[in-house]
């Protein structure tokens, strides 16, 4: 095939501006948190749970996809309550 000196098409960069992200209602209970999200949703974990989450993420370097396997909650359960961890940087 003869190549072509054809100027590639570039695509126009559009400037999207964002909106502001809600975050859920954080309560602390005796055992641990619950997490108020949505419409009327909620969901709760003890602080045990939450470090051993934050462990096997930041520590063990599992992916989010298998830490919530582990603990048994869905990846966006997982998420909300990785909120009230600060980052961790992983290898």
């Known amino acids: 095939m003869p190549l072509t000196d054809k100027p590639r098409k570039s695509a126009e960069i559009k400037e999207k501006e964002g909106s502001t992200e809600r975050k859920p209602k954080v309560e602390r209970t005796e055992s641990g948190y ?43 359960h997982l998420r909300l309550h990785m909120i009230r961890y600060h980052s961790c940087q992983k290898p």
């Open 34 to 76: 619950l997490i108020r999200y949505g419409k009327n949703k909620q969901i709760a974990a003890t602080t045990e749970q939450i470090e051993h989450a934050f462990q096997l993420f930041c520590i063990a370097g599992l992916t989010m996809n298998a830490v919530a396997l582990q603990m048994g909650w869905s990846r966006p």
